[in-house]
């Protein structure tokens, strides 16, 4: 009998062992070591104040263009840097009124040729590869070997929304088109979480209490809000847009923990499981470091993270006036009933066109 309990107090202890070390990755990515100390709020806390931009042309995932190394090399990054300027500047300067189409040259922001859903001129995505603590980074997720979010192969999801009823097509009424085209929610995912760059507005206001962090997004018009010491998350029937965030302090970091997401809010085809851990730390004057966590074993074969840092910048968050002379939806939705009324077929829909998940994320980056 002795010999048992011992036999299982052994292979405790062995399992414990082992599990550590996959325990402590479940968390946010920690910022580096720095000796910079962060100016205080009245209540002691790191002051996060201010408006912060995550503008970069580096994705989520990393680019197989680049392999499977989570660190770009300068010479990588000089040339990556240079592309995305040259393009910058074709797309400021003026047109030729007289040329034709066929004959200008593409400045399309994500390089999707000339036919172009943007050009340069009308986005800002940023002009930089994104470093953190120095590093020219590939892309952000650090969890996993490839870069890639991993994905459970023996679940069928839609990575970039919603999975639509068979049968039906976005085009079938208002509620069936993208959150942003709709003005419910920022394109791209950039209002989080996970808060991620994407083709233009990428801009945020940190505003911070003892009680609240509210994080102003400069996209669509969200407004994250941030619970501080709260005890628990809401009842689950209850899911607001960007989920119920719940934030406590760890040293100099703010932690803060997201559920109950809203169920049209689809994250890489995560909703109603899905669970972000957000970890922000200021480690420079104009440099705040983000950490990200994600858990849902409904869709994910793991848990996934990574991070990047924001940049301090001057200036205000505007007004984003969503839809003010804005004709696209209605004239989707209008050469939709033409399609019913004809039968005839004119035009792909974002169900046909095979779309990659960087371009997803607001382009294909560099």
Partial sequence: MLAKT???????????LALTPAM??????????????????????????GTWTSSTVTRLERNSRYGASLALSEAETRKIEARTQAQ???????????AKVTDLPADCSGGRGLDCNYNAAWTDPGSVVMRVNGQARNGFITSTQDGRVPMRKDVKVNPFGRALKPG????????????????LLSFGNSSGPVMLPGLYNNTYQFVQTKDQVVIDV???HDARIVRLNATQHLPPSVRPWMGDSIGHWEGDSLVVETTNFHPEQVFRGASEHLKVT??????????LHYGFWVEDPSVFAQPWGGEYEFSRITGQVY????????????????????????????APTN????VTAAEDEGGEGF
């Fill in 278 to 287: 957000e970890r922000f730390t200021r480690i420079a004057k104009d440099r």
């Fill in 351 to 354: 169900v046909d066109q095979k």
């Fill in 24 to 49: 402590a990755k479940s968390q946010p990515p920690a910022a580096p070591r720095t000796d910079y100390k962060a100016p205080r709020m009245v209540d002691g806390h790191p002051d996060f104040q």
């Fill in 218 to 220: 400069e996209m669509v």
């Fill in 6 to 16: 011992l036999k299982a107090l052994s292979c405790a202890v062995a399992l414990g």
């Fill in 88 to 98: 910058i500047d074709l797309g400021n300067k003026p047109t030729d009124p007289n």
């Fill in 168 to 183: 039906s097509n976005p085009s079938d009424n208002p509620e069936t088109r993208a959150l942003g085209e709709r003005c």
């Fill in 319 to 346: 007004e984003y006036a969503c839809h003010e002379g804005n004709y696209g939806l209605v004239g989707i939705l209008q050469g939709a009933r033409e399609e019913d009324r004809t039968g005839v077929k004119t």
